[in-house]
Nanobody, 119 residues
């Protein structure tokens, strides 16, 4: 199972970006997908998560600005980021927990995509 993240870039404060994370390989099911981020000098932390049952969870710092969503048919996770702030600058990583085609549990990470918010 592989995760391919994309959509990062440079944006001005107040702008928007949409991140995507596509899961591929032998996948039986994905129970939970999530976005994490690591800002310079800080540890990686949860941004938002979404279960296959549709339950979402957000870090307080991004509530009402970010929206996590998922296309189950494409095994793709999205993060719509609006009203971006300089403190949102970080490398964003996607994570997926599920079971492979042979029903083995997995937890995989994408390669990370850089988001820079600056004027």
């Amino acid at each position: 199972v592989q995760l391919q993240a994309s959509g990062g870039g440079l944006v001005q404060p107040g702008g928007s970006l949409r991140l995507s994370c596509a899961a591929s390989g032998s996948i039986s099911s994905i129970n939970r997908m999530a976005w994490y981020r690591r800002a310079p000098g800080k540890q990686r932390g949860l941004v938002a998560s979404l279960t296959d049952g549709g339950i979402s969870n957000y870090a307080d710092s991004v509530k009402d600005r970010f929206t996590i969503s998922r296309d189950n048919a494409k095994n793709t996770l999205y993060l719509q980021m609006n009203s971006l702030k300089p403190e949102d600058t970080a490398v964003y990583y996607c994570n997926a927990d599920g079971r492979s085609g042979s029903l083995r549990p997995f937890s995989h990470w994408g390669q990370g995509t850089q988001v820079t918010v600056s004027s």
